[in-house]
Structures are given as C-alpha cells and as structure tokens.
C-alpha cells in the first residue's frame, strides 16, 4: 500500500471515528435533561409555593412562557415543555423537572411529536404507556395529575406525509378515559381549538399546530378551569 493512500485511509478514519463520537456525546442527553437543570436547583433553593403547578410538555408548552410570561410568573406555574419532545424523553426527565420540584400538581400535554414519529415511529399503546407511567410517578408523590388533551392538527409541517388528525382523536379519547378510570382531571384543550376539517381554527395559529397569542388564552382559560378542579 502506497504512502498516499494509507494517509487518506487514516485521515477517513480518524473523520469517521470523530464524527460517531460527537454523535455518541449528543445521543447522551437524549432527554435533553440538562435544558431545566440550572433552574431546577434555583428553585429548589426557594420555599414552595402550595400552589405551584408544573406544565410538562413538548414546544406547544415550551413556546407557552414566551407568548404569556406574566400567566406563569403571577401563578406560581412552571414551564417545562422542551420543543420537539416525544412521551419517552418525557418520561426520562420526570423526576427532574416535575417531581423534585414539589408542586401541587401537574399539567401534562403530549403527544404530537409522538404521533409525528419524532423520534421514530410509535403505536398509540407505546405513547398511552409514557402518559400512564407519568401519571403513576406523580401519583405516589401525592402530587395532582391533570392530563391534557393533544392539541388539535390535520397536518405537520415538517412532515406533509402525514395525515394526523384519526390518531389524535384516538390519543384523546383514551386519555380522556385513563383520566376517568384514575380520578384524574382531564384538560380539553382540543374542543375549544379544533375546526371542522378536524385541524386548529386559523385564528389560534399561524402552522396549524403551535398556538398564536390568543391560542394560548384561550387554553388559559381552559386549564385555569382545571386547576381549578
């Protein structure tokens, strides 16, 4: 073997080698527990309020505090939604970002990028699992469950192949009869969004998934109600 190639074929190597490093460091974090880590121990620093809710979701609750910061700062609620997230990651950063922060209750809402195949593909059974498994983790840290319904979409942008909307009303009603069976409050944010061809109401969001401003106040109302319950 000349010396030419046998430098090409370590330099490829070494590229190679590299480049599944970098994606064995990034793959790690799957769950991306280190988004919330910094301000998990600051609030843990502070005196809980009892009133204190925690909102688990995907980027329709992560984008939540940036439209609406004053309906989470002035009710002691806690915005942990990370964009693009799927049940499973969810359900790996549980512990963390809801049940050592000590709240009362907590709000979670997901589903979507599960139905998108986000982080491959999944049956309804796989994600009605991550739900009832969060639901179990918050119940024997006596803390209140309230099970949100997946937001209404007949169609996601970064995956046009889709057809959603079947699966969603499904998701839904299993949540709305898990939420039953376990005496849990289930949040409808679904019936106060969705339009006649089964998407979201032009109105309440620009893509037809993430809600706009006056999306997000009506689903303030609505789990205003249920926290209320």
């Known amino acids: 073997m000349n010396t030419n190639k046998s430098f090409k074929l370590q330099t490829t190597g070494l590229f190679l080698f590299g480049l599944l490093l970098s994606v064995s ?12 880590q910094e301000q998990n121990e600051k609030l843990k620093e502070q005196p809980v309020p009892k009133d204190r809710v925690v909102f688990m979701g995907n980027s329709i609750t992560d984008f939540w505090i940036g439209q609406s910061p004053e309906f989470f700062e002035n009710n002691h609620f806690v915005d942990r939604g990370i964009s693009g997230q799927t049940s499973p990651q969810m359900l790996l950063r549980f512990r963390q970002d809801v049940i050592d922060l000590k709240p009362r209750a907590v709000v979670i809402e997901c589903g979507t990028n599960d139905i998108a ?18 639901a179990e983790l918050a119940k024997a840290n006596k803390i209140k469950t309230i099970l949100g319904s997946v937001l209404p979409a007949n169609k996601f942008g970064w995956k046009p192949e889709l057809h959603p909307a079947e699966r969603i009303d499904s998701l839904n009603q299993w949540i709305r009869q898990y939420a039953k069976k376990k005496k849990m409050v289930y949040l409808d944010y679904y019936s106060s969004l969705v339009d006649e061809q089964q998407g979201m109401k032009a109105e309440y969001s620009k893509d037809g998934v993430h809600p706009n401003k006056e999306g997000y106040t009506v689903m303030e109302r609505v789990v205003m109600e249920a926290i209320g319950k």
């Not at 195949?117 to 739900?131: A, K, R």
């Open 25 to 36: 460091l990034s793959a790690q974090d799957w769950p991306n527990l280190k988004r919330y």
């Open 117 to 134: 195949g986000n982080t491959g593909y999944s049956t309804l059974e796989m994600i009605e699992d991550n739900i009832a498994s969060m």
